[in-house]
Nanobody, 127 residues
Framework: QVQLEESAGGLVLPGGSLRLSCVVS????????MAWFRQAPGTEREFVAA????????VYADSVKGRFTISRDNVKGTLYLQMNSLKPEDTAVYYC????????????????????WGQGTQVTVSS
């Protein structure tokens, strides 16, 4: 059994930074593709960023490209999301997700492809 647990989010001023982490427990070495998604009130859960285990190739949503960085520490079994230049429209509940599948990059943005999910953490960007 695999469990994912995100760190606490928080309230950040516009233009500020925040780093989220997600600890994988259980069969962590079996998780190949990992991603961050987010969901604002009244909207669908949307893709933010994803990373593969082996080659660490990454893919980002256009809305966060150049501002967010996804990374992972396979030894610690932890996924990270460094968020810089935050905007009010980044306000959402952020979820980490994982799967044993090793997807091609173009498929990593599909939420249906992930088997394991964290409980979500609230990030609010506001002055």
């Amino acid at each position: 059994q695999v469990q994912l647990e995100e760190s606490a989010g928080g309230l950040v001023l516009p233009g500020g930074s925040l780093r989220l982490s997600c600890v994988v427990s259980g069969r962590a070495p079996s998780i190949n593709s990992m991603a961050w998604f987010r969901q604002a009130p009244g909207t669908e859960r949307e893709f933010v960023a994803a990373i593969r285990r082996g080659d660490r190739k990454t893919v980002y949503a256009d809305s966060v490209k150049g501002r967010f960085t996804i990374s992972r520490d396979n030894v610690k079994g932890t996924l990270y999301l460094q968020m810089n230049s935050l905007k009010p429209e980044d306000t959402a509940v952020y979820y980490c997700a994982g799967t044993g599948a090793n997807y091609i990059l173009s498929a990593m943005s599909q939420k249906e492809g992930y088997d394991y999910w964290g409980q979500g953490t609230q990030v609010t960007v506001s002055s």
